[in-house]
């Protein structure tokens, strides 16, 4: 009986866990992934608008769909930053693992509302 309690709630709290998945390449997943202090932190570095408490160790992240029109391009750059810098004290998101793929595409989708 609490073998099967335990099984019913590991597999809610995995569906739980999965759901943003399933909405890919979501802006308001992307903004929550960019925004949240334990994963993209973002906001450490970036300014970005609507968010508080911004660090200027990046550049502001405004006019990106005018800098960056290939939207693969800006995937890229998030995904390693190292690749076309490898000075850049930004961590390699995609690279490192930090990020799925699914969870950088959406957080490219935000980005390219900025
Ligand atoms: C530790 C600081 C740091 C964090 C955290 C960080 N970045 Fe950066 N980022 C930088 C720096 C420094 C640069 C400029 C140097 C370079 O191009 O790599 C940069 C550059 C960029 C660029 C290119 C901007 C341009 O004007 O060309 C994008 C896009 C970007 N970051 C997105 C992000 C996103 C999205 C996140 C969160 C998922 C993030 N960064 C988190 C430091 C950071």
């Not at 997943?29 to 160790?57: S, V, Y």
């Not at 693992?97 to 595409?105: A, K, N, Q, S």
Request: proline share 6%; charged share 25%.
């Amino acid at each position: 009986m609490e073998y099967t309690r335990k099984t019913i709630a590991t597999a809610l709290i995995g569906l739980f866990l999965t759901t943003p998945v399933a909405f890919a390449g979501n802006i308001e997943t992307g903004k929550q992934l960019a925004f949240d202090r334990k994963k993209g932190n973002c906001l450490a570095c970036h300014k970005i608008e609507g968010g508080e408490q911004t660090g200027t160790i990046g550049p502001p992240l405004v006019m990106m769909k005018l800098r960056y029109p290939d939207h693969k391009l800006l995937w890229k750059k998030i995904y390693d930053s190292t690749a076309d810098n490898p000075n850049s004290v930004m961590p390699p998101f995609g690279r490192h693992g930090i990020f799925t793929d699914d969870e950088l595409e959406s957080i490219v989708d935000f980005i390219e509302t900025l």
